[in-house]
């Protein structure tokens, strides 16, 4: 069978959301290519065994053998998909832990096909009562400082679930640095570099008892590094 968009989700320690974020990712689109990242989780996570029991047809698992960061599990991801026998028209970006709603795709995939832009992020409404106030601060600082640097509004510019076109990544991926969360803030600037448009889609902002692998200041600080830097 023939898939048009891929998946690729980093996931870490998150195999108690996962199983539910792959049954929904099958009732509304059964037709993606999936590509998971298991980051080096406890081996008691079973991340690639829940893979391998979803109902979805076109899945694959990848296992780093130690944490590396979630930008080395989207490299791993996208290297993977640059070497599928698929010639994918573009890439959905995911996290694994529950926060992003995977009835949200099909809106993706319609601006996309619309030509709406080539590169499409979902952003949330960033309410206190919803979100932890220190995510709110270092989205609010990040978002601004891309924004004003880039030339473009970038309402969410922390919200990892995305839609990038294929030939973008291709331009984009040979060059990608950081290993860390600022992998996310590099393909931005490196995007917007290579004459990307963008288009943002709201999302439903999930937050239960996930523990957040983000760390407030440090990683803001490191936002601002990459911001600079690349």
């Known amino acids: 069978m023939d898939c048009p968009f891929a998946v690729i989700i980093p996931a870490y320690n998150s195999g108690r ?7 929904e990712i099958a009732e509304v689109c059964p037709d993606l290519c999936l590509f998971v990242i298991d980051d080096g989780s406890d081996v008691k996570d079973e991340i690639c065994k829940i893979v391998s029991a979803s109902s979805l047809q076109n899945k694959s698992c990848f296992r780093h053998k130690m944490n590396r960061g979630k ?3 989207i490299k791993s991801g996208l290297s993977a998909v640059f070497a599928h026998k698929n010639s994918f028209r573009a890439v959905i970006f995911l996290d694994s832990d529950g926060q992003h709603e995977p ?11 619309q030509g709406r832009g080539d590169f ?9 009562a919803k979100m932890p106030k220190m995510r709110i601060i270092s989205n609010t600082i990040t978002s601004y400082f891309l924004s004003r640097k880039l030339g473009v509004k970038l309402r969410d510019s922390q919200c990892g679930f995305r839609l990038i076109d294929m030939e973008l990544l291709k331009k ?7 290993n860390r969360y600022s992998l996310e803030t590099e393909l931005l600037i490196k995007s917007a570099k290579n004459g ?14 996930q523990e957040s692998n983000i760390r407030g200041i440090r990683d803001t600080i490191e936002f601002l590094i990459a911001l600079f830097r690349y």
């Open 17 to 23: 959301f996962l199983k539910k974020l792959l049954k």
């Open 71 to 73: 930008g080395a599990a």
């Open 103 to 113: 009835r949200s795709i099909p809106e993706f995939i319609c601006a996309y096909e």
């Open 120 to 128: 499409i992020s979902g952003v949330r409404k960033f309410n206190p």
């Open 172 to 178: 984009c991926a040979p060059e990608l640095k950081a």
């Open 196 to 209: 990307a448009s963008f288009f943002h889609i709201p999302i439903k902002t999930i937050y239960g008892n």
